[in-house]
């Protein structure tokens, strides 16, 4: 209170007199009582005593922590009837935690019972400068830039300004490590395609066997890839599969739609679709083998793949692509061909003309 | 001795001694004769007669009287030609069948069938056409699994059962009130007959795709996973950030709120 004299004595700043601003007027402060500590010094070392054993018992405790750490076995495990805990972890949670909480509940005790509780106002100060000190800035400010003669050769300034500006040239031509330019030529052989091909084989996922039509039952699932993304590794790998994965499920044909474009995609009732959501791409393998629809976990898109994967609940806006497949001479199934549009979630420049909408054929 | 010569004559003493010399004769038959043998042999014309009986009873009401199901109508039932014994067995045994009442999901509840009744209803419906039979005890065997195999196991896991049954194998939601039960604490006949055949809406994992060692070494994964004790003590149920989330916020965050209400309600100083 002693250092605001210049900016007005207390109580001459807020008009408490005003009575358009200050209908109600200012109560003050509330009467100050004294504690029970402050009248009493028996109950104040009581405080204290207090308050100095919740702060004493935090270097035990973090000596404890420290105890445990080494002494206790990693795999030693108490039970507290269906829980299973490891002691180590247990001990470790219990000393430290308690040590924080004594500390603070030493500092609450500390502030509510015995530090010094009375009451005062402290009125704000303008945040402006003084007029003093704004001429002073200004005239040093002067001075600095004749100083530095900046004024007089004019040439340092401007070539300063040129590689002041040119020096963020480096930071940005930077920013093209982050990816190829999205051109349209090279969205057609990245994002767009897939290393399906005519020809490829569909392999089990994980083993990477081949399969026959008659190995795939009625109501099977099969989690699947190209069996040419066993040739990539490394990046190249995870890109394709994210891409590429498919799942293949068998249907009873009788039960399905079957477009007639599509009549020859499927080999009796066998359809190969993207497992990549066409709303943000999750891998997608959570099918009902009876209702044939395949729901997305992430937001609830489903797809009806017993009708070419139209979207039949979710906030996905296209159908599933479907991969046409055929067996080749052993008997194996293969891609006839790779995806007609690109598989995966949405981005701004996808052409979605060639996607299957409910009503085509 | 005297006891029993004195009382030979008594009138009760031949009905007595009829009764014991039945009791005597069962005893020797039930140690003399082999076991009952519990199970679906097709070739057991008796059995299967049997399972036609138990079937007209508990099964027919929707799924016909000679299992050729009901597809409309409002009692609906799948036809159960083709389904095999492994289908009947998981089905009867976990308690999901014959259901309580026609609904979207068939929950699991207490068996009432004998194992010999189960294994006569699993003959009948295995005598309706060409099904997967129950598999043989070594198909799920894994005592014998290596480190390598478990960690292929999981790896099958994560991609052909994680997305209905979660990560752990928890279970999880599926449309219209369905859901993907828990696998934690199956019995490995069931977790093997269940990828066999298919049950409800789960996909059939047939025997040429996921082949008997991949089958066995996701039941291997299963089992050495839910073994393992957690070592943060509280697993919240293993369905990741949700619980979790929910734990941490409401009961720790919250808890922290009402520990620092509890203090500014009781004053900003001391009395």
């Given at each position: ?195 399906w ?24 699932l ?24 498919v799942i293949v499920v068998r249907m009873d044909p009788n039960t399905i739609t079957i477009p007639p474009s599509r009549e020859d995609w499927q080999i009796g009732g066998i359809l190969c679709y993207s497992k990549i959501c066409t709303h943000?791409?999750?891998?997608i393998?959570?099918w009902e083998q009876?209702t044939h629809h395949l729901l997305c976990?992430?937001?609830?898109s489903t797809f009806d793949l017993g009708n070419s994967g139209v979207v039949v609940f979710g906030?996905a806006a296209r159908a599933l692509p479907q991969l046409p497949i055929t ?8 891609a006839r061909s790779g995806f007609d549009v690109p598989t ?8 979605s003309r060639k996607d299957f909408k409910v009503g085509d054929n | ?271």
């Amino acid at each position: 209170m002693s250092d605001d004299t210049s900016h007005g004595q207390p109580g001459t700043e807020v008009a408490t007199v005003d009575e358009e601003r200050y209908p109600v007027p200012d109560p003050g402060l509330e009467e100050h009582l004294p504690r029970l500590t402050d009248v009493d010094e028996k109950a104040a070392d009581r405080a204290t005593r207090q308050v100095a054993t919740f702060f004493g018992l935090v270097p035990l405790l973090s000596i404890g922590f420290a105890v445990v750490y080494f002494a206790v076995p990693g795999e030693a495990w108490i039970d507290f009837g269906p829980l299973r805990a490891n002691s180590r972890n247990l001990l470790l949670g219990l000393t430290f935690g308690l040590a924080l909480l004594f500390l603070g509940v030493g500092a609450v005790q500390w502030a509510r019972k015995l530090m010094d509780d009375e009451e005062r106002i402290d009125y704000r100060h303008s945040a402006a400068s003084s007029d003093d000190d704004k001429n002073y800035m200004l005239t040093e400010l002067d001075e600095v830039v004749e100083e530095s003669k900046l004024t007089r050769r004019k040439i340092i300034g401007r070539t300063l300004l040129a590689a002041l500006a040119t020096i963020l040239l480096p930071m940005i031509v930077g920013l093209a490590d982050l990816g190829p330019w999205p051109t349209k030529k090279k969205r057609a052989e990245t994002i767009e395609t897939t290393i399906w091909a005519p020809g490829v084989r569909v392999v089990h996922d994980v083993t990477f066997e081949p399969m026959k039509p008659q190995d795939i039952e009625i109501g099977q699932l099969v989690n699947a890839e190209p069996a040419n993304l066993q040739d990539l590794e490394g990046s190249e790998y995870q890109i394709e599969k994210a891409k590429a994965a498919v799942i293949v499920v068998r249907m009873d044909p009788n039960t399905i739609t079957i477009p007639p474009s599509r009549e020859d995609w499927q080999i009796g009732g066998i359809l190969c679709y993207s497992k990549i959501c066409t709303h943000v791409g999750c891998p997608i393998s959570l099918w009902e083998q009876q209702t044939h629809h395949l729901l997305c976990p992430c937001h609830q898109s489903t797809f009806d793949l017993g009708n070419s994967g139209v979207v039949v609940f979710g906030p996905a806006a296209r159908a599933l692509p479907q991969l046409p497949i055929t067996t080749d001479a052993e008997g194996y199934i293969i891609a006839r061909s790779g995806f007609d549009v690109p598989t995966g979630p949405s981005f701004f420049e996808r052409d979605s003309r060639k996607d299957f909408k409910v009503g085509d054929n | 001795m005297r006891l029993l010569s004195s009382r030979r004559r008594h009138p009760a003493a031949k009905a007595l001694l009829l009764v014991f010399g039945l009791f005597m004769m069962g005893a020797l038959y039930s140690v003399i004769a082999p076991p009952a043998q519990v199970s679906a042999d097709t070739g057991n014309s008796q059995q299967i007669a049997e399972g036609k009986a138990l079937f007209a009873v508990g099964c027919a009401s929707c799924h016909g009287l000679n299992g050729e199901g009901q597809i409309s109508g409002t009692i609906q039932g799948p036809p159960l030609t083709g389904v095999g014994a492994a289908a009947v067995d998981f089905q009867v045994s976990s308690g999901r069948m014959p259901m309580a009442r026609p609904g979207e999901q068939a929950p699991v509840k207490p068996n009432v069938y004998t194992e010999e009744e189960i294994a006569a209803l699993a003959a009948y419906v295995a005598s309706l056409g060409p099904g997967p039979a129950i598999p043989e005890p070594a198909n799920y065997d894994t005592a014998n699994l290596s480190a390598e195999d478990l960690a292929r196991g999981g790896e099958l896991f994560r991609t052909n059962c994680s997305a209905c049954h979660n990560f752990e194998g928890a279970g999880g939601a599926l449309p219209n009130g369905k859901y993907a039960p828990p696998l934690i604490g199956l019995d490995s006949q069931r977790v093997y007959e269940a990828m066999l055949t298919g049950p409800q809406q789960m996909p059939v994992f047939s025997e040429e795709v996921l082949r008997p060692e991949d089958k066995r070494a996701i039941i291997g994964y299963l089992n050495s996973l839910h073994e393992r004790p957690s070592d943060g003590g509280l697993a919240l149920g293993g369905l990741g950030p949700v619980s979790e989330g929910l734990w941490a916020w409401i009961i720790g965050v919250g808890g922290l709120i009402f520990f620092a209400m509890w203090i500014a309600a009781r004053g900003a100083k001391a009395k």
